[in-house]
């Protein structure tokens, strides 16, 4: 049964949450630790309290921080915790947001503003690492703000050398990430800060993954490089409570080192019919509910709490490395020292991406990377009671795809293939573009980029990509 309309009389609420819980039978497994992306998922109990949280203030509203006071406790007592972690001064500040997208979206806005405020700039421009998340680019595209990329190294690390020259007069901020998203490493964030401070420009660390679990590592006495305020260049971090916090989603933040940055992310409006009008962020409603479960979250685990959970990714990230290495024809991709990692092939005869498909096959739920090809896992406490499986059947993925490497020419592994090599790369945007927008049709369609790859796919891309180019004259 469809639901296209509106219900001419309301519905049972039983068979209504009856039929919710029925929509997810297809979805990933997450609860026994089969996805390695997008979820941070404990268990049915942490889900609960989280859940029972989020209902006390799910009406709530933090647009208004007069308003609910208690709101702006939960917020400023967040950020307190966060500044401590991240060993700020007595200057650092801060607004949670509600996701990693709005925090790097506004980093963005911010130092743009700053920038123009402060000096000419024009067009103002950022220097991110390749490996930067894709809400960076994205904040490039909606903010205006050109990108200058800093490449890898061979060994897929950011390559400092050519930050100098990089960065110019138009440069309202750089990035690095702690760690970033691709590959798990951490940028050098101390070498970064350093070239940042001495031409004063601003350098954002992107802690959107990592900054609930670096600080806990580091505690439980893992070897990390600094990535925090202790480096004098660092001028914000974004964190984000709803991945290795384990908050319910709806929750991020951005801390600035003072207040004088953070005022130029602020939006003022005195004029408005509807009243003075003055926002912290991008939204105007702002969810209670998650900054309450997020909130009740970190009272509930504590830094000891923090500190097992992270021990125990740590344990699940160590056995995967190794049992990576262990398997001929894979490697690792980057110098992970976080909680995730990717690895790919080092044997030109062997697919990674068809290896993914196994995987798939198998009953894992795995991301797929680019530039080079890999296989993504974000690893939580909970896989630490698969990874002896995971690497079962990834040794046995590999020998199957050995014992048939026609299986990189059909299903996934072509498709993410062709995605990822075709060397038009303005096609697979305007392919990407329509299978995309058309999921998006009211009444809903899936994604169709996924389709098995015919023979002529190729051919039938070219005419596609020919037949765009004229469009566009
Ligand atoms: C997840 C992530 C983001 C974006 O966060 P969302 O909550 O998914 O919007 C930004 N940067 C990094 C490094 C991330 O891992």
New binding site residues.
Partial sequence: MTHRTLPECGREPDEVLDALADFAADDPDYKRGRTWSLVYHLDDAHEDFAARAYRMYSSANGLNPAAFRSLKRLESEIISIEAGLFHGGPETCGVLTS???ES?LLAVKTYRDMARARRRVRPPNMVLPVTA?V?WFKASDYFGVKVRLLPMTSGHATDIARLKRLIDRNTVMVLG?AP??PHGTIDPIAEMGAICAARGVPLHV?A??GGFILPFMEMNGVDLPPWDFRVPGVTSISA?L??YGYAAKGA?SILYRDLDILKHQMFVYQDWPGGVFASPALLGTRPGGAYAAAWATLQKFGVAGYRELAAQTTEAVEALKEGIARIDGLRLLGRPQGPLLAYGSSDRALSIFAVADQMEKRGWNVNRVQNPDGIHAMVTARHRAVTGEYLADLEQAVATVRADPSLAQTGGAATYGMLAHVPLRGMVKARVLDAFASMYRAGGGDLDLHEPAAPGLAERWMKKYVEWKSRRG
Avoid: F, I, L, Q
């Fill in positions: 996701g990693g997208t790097c998340h809400a990430s970033e998203y992107d959107c993954v984000d709803h991945k991020s």
